[in-house]
């Protein structure tokens, strides 16, 4: 180790203990302290470890907490960033906080924005990459889907040897030969037919011949098994396969992959797809199947900010992350199988983080809320005129609607909503806002 990674080191882990001491805590600014004094860092923290990099627009930060849960089941030591502070400095401080096991593997299963994936493997060359989805999201930061798995792959070939488990369902995850062993996960739970995409639905295009790629059955989205009638090319052969699902709730998925039975206290179609590639990662790493089974069926350990259920007076409070016309519209169906009568709060900021430009929510299909047992509505964010306006056009009368221009309002009103169960929809900086205020307020014990 040279000099100046000592100090880095050093600076990191002091500026760390302060924040976590005396302020309400932090993940990036020590990563930021270390790499400015030694932009290398990564090199020396890395090393020692076998990583796996899980990367994609949706579904990262679960696919990771579940994939650790699946490895911890055999490995002594897995690392990982859980908070989902997943651009580089954040990684930095997600090894500068761990202290390796001296026995056995460490492992690091790190949750890796799109855009730093080259960050990462330019210092550490991963084991293995897991890729989940790619769909249109903050298109300030990407551009279209090709240009983020462009930002994807200008990492992935700095490291040629890693094994890619890939998302087999969704075409452009074929649409590049690779020199990386690739093996792919997918759905094989519905019979064939014959059908297309919706013509607003993104990444339907064959890559070798431009012609509409045409389904023999679609999970959702572009996702499915796919061919191209033209040319022939289509979805290759999945060495882990979802045969069956029987049954979804808000709260819970039950299903079988490879012939055996799991379940999942998560609910939503695309969280299956979450579970799958952490399956694959478990059997990509020797994990009994009985232990993936006994790990995806743990209902205790917490998500941060995904489908995280949080009590607030009585009320239980279900907060789901959004960011893209995709996830959201997943994220309505699966409240769509919800029961009991219910409140909505759409939670609505455009920093950085969650993307400026809003106009992703008309994409949203809001109007099917109309037609659930929702009995009161509620607005709030930094954006919270834009959420507000949509759901207005989507047919929410005003006095079913109560709109508050400040995030703390919103908090304090939540426990005087109609029902005892509410759902919360909200971007990713708004999602740290809400939490920290209900840290504020007691209601958990961490906040950010």
């Given at each position: 180790?040279?000099?100046?990674?000592?100090?880095?080191?050093?600076?990191?882990?002091?500026?760390?203990?302060?924040?976590?001491?005396?302020?309400?805590?932090?993940?990036?600014?020590?990563?930021?302290?270390?790499?400015?004094?030694?932009?290398?860092?990564?090199?020396?923290?890395?090393?020692?470890?076998?990583?796996?990099?899980?990367?994609?627009?949706?579904?990262?930060?679960?696919?990771?907490?579940?994939?650790?849960?699946?490895?911890?089941?055999?490995?002594?030591?897995?690392?990982t960033n859980p908070t989902g502070s997943n651009m580089e400095q954040?990684?930095?401080?997600?090894?500068?906080?761990?202290?390796?096991?001296?026995?056995?593997?460490?492992?690091?299963?790190?949750?890796?924005?799109?855009?730093?994936?080259?960050?990462?493997?330019?210092?550490?060359?991963?084991?293995?990459?897991?890729?989940?989805?790619?769909?249109?999201?903050?298109?300030?930061?990407?551009?279209?889907?090709?240009?983020?798995?462009?930002?994807?792959?200008?990492?992935?070939?700095?490291?040629?040897?890693?094994?890619?488990?890939?998302?087999?369902?969704?075409?452009?995850?074929?649409?590049?030969?690779?020199?990386?062993?690739?093996?792919?996960?997918?759905?094989?739970?519905?019979?064939?037919?014959?059908?297309?995409?919706?013509?607003?639905?993104?990444?339907?295009?064959?890559?070798?011949?431009?012609?509409?790629?045409?389904?023999?059955?679609?999970?959702?989205?572009?996702?499915?098994?796919?061919?191209?009638?033209?040319?022939?090319?289509?979805?290759?052969?999945?060495?882990?396969?979802?045969?069956?699902?029987?049954?979804?709730?808000?709260?819970?998925?039950?299903?079988?992959?490879?012939?055996?039975?799991?379940?999942?206290?998560?609910?939503?179609?695309?969280?299956?797809?979450?579970?799958?590639?952490?399956?694959?990662?478990?059997?990509?790493?020797?994990?009994?199947?009985?232990?993936?089974?006994?790990?995806?069926?743990?209902?205790?350990?917490?998500?941060?900010?995904?489908?995280?259920?949080?009590?607030?007076?009585?009320?239980?409070?279900?907060?789901?992350?959004?960011?893209?016309?995709?996830?959201?519209?997943?994220?309505?169906?699966?409240?769509?199988?919800?029961?009991?009568?219910?409140?909505?709060?759409?939670?609505?900021?455009?920093?950085?983080?969650?993307?400026?430009?809003t106009s992703w929510i008309w994409d949203g299909n809001f109007e099917?809320?109309?037609?659930?047992?929702?009995?009161?509505?509620?607005?709030?964010?930094?954006?919270?005129?834009?959420?507000?306006?949509?759901?207005?056009?989507?047919?929410?009368?005003?006095?079913?609607?109560?709109?508050?221009?400040?995030?703390?309002?919103?908090?304090?009103?939540?426990?005087?909503?109609?029902?005892?169960?509410?759902?919360?929809?909200?971007?990713?900086?708004?999602?740290?806002?809400?939490?920290?205020?209900?840290?504020?307020?007691?209601?958990?014990?961490?906040?950010?």
């Amino acid at each position: 180790m040279s000099f100046k990674s000592s100090i880095a080191k050093m600076a990191g882990k002091s500026s760390y203990w302060f924040l976590h001491t005396f302020r309400s805590g932090g993940s990036s600014l020590p990563g930021k302290i270390t790499t400015k004094i030694d932009p290398t860092i990564l090199k020396d923290l890395g090393k020692d470890y076998d990583v796996i990099v899980i990367t994609g627009t949706n579904g990262k930060t679960l696919t990771t907490a579940l994939t650790v849960k699946v490895l911890r089941q055999k490995f002594n030591h897995v690392l990982t960033n859980p908070t989902g502070s997943n651009m580089e400095q954040g990684i930095v401080t997600t090894f500068l906080t761990d202290h390796k096991s001296k026995k056995g593997k460490n492992i690091a299963i790190l949750e890796v924005d799109e855009a730093n994936v080259i960050k990462v493997t330019q210092y550490i060359k991963p084991l293995a990459f897991v890729f989940t989805n790619i769909f249109r999201d903050q298109m300030d930061r990407y551009g279209e889907i090709y240009t983020t798995y462009r930002k994807i792959l200008d990492g992935v070939k700095l490291a040629p040897e890693a094994t890619i488990i890939a998302n087999g369902d969704m075409p452009i995850f074929n649409s590049v030969d690779l020199p990386n062993p690739v093996v792919y996960y997918g759905f094989n739970n519905q019979p064939d037919g014959e059908m297309k995409a919706d013509p607003n639905t993104d990444g339907v295009v064959c890559p070798r011949c431009e012609h509409i790629i045409h389904y023999k059955f679609i999970s959702y989205s572009n996702q499915g098994k796919y061919y191209c009638p033209n040319c022939g090319w289509e979805r290759p052969e999945l060495t882990y396969q979802l045969t069956q699902i029987t049954k979804l709730t808000p709260n819970l998925s039950k299903f079988f992959i490879d012939a055996s039975n799991f379940t999942l206290h998560i609910g939503g179609l695309y969280n299956v797809y979450n579970a799958l590639a952490a399956y694959s990662v478990g059997k990509f790493m020797g994990v009994p199947t009985s232990s993936i089974q006994k790990a995806l069926n743990d209902p205790d350990e917490r998500v941060f900010g995904r489908q995280e259920q949080i009590n607030v007076d009585g009320k239980e409070i279900t907060i789901v992350l959004v960011k893209n016309p995709v996830g959201l519209n997943q994220v309505i169906d699966m409240v769509g199988t919800e029961s009991e009568p219910f409140s909505f709060v759409g939670l609505l900021n455009a920093n950085y983080a969650d993307g400026i430009d809003t106009s992703w929510i008309w994409d949203g299909n809001f109007e099917k809320l109309t037609q659930m047992p929702i009995q009161q509505y509620m607005t709030g964010g930094e954006r919270y005129k834009d959420i507000t306006f949509r759901l207005k056009v989507a047919g929410v009368e005003d006095n079913q609607l109560w709109t508050y221009d400040n995030l703390k309002d919103a908090v304090s009103n939540i426990k005087n909503l109609p029902t005892k169960r509410v759902y919360v929809f909200a971007t990713y900086t708004a999602m740290l806002q809400l939490r920290k205020q209900l840290a504020t307020e007691g209601y958990i014990k961490e906040g950010i």
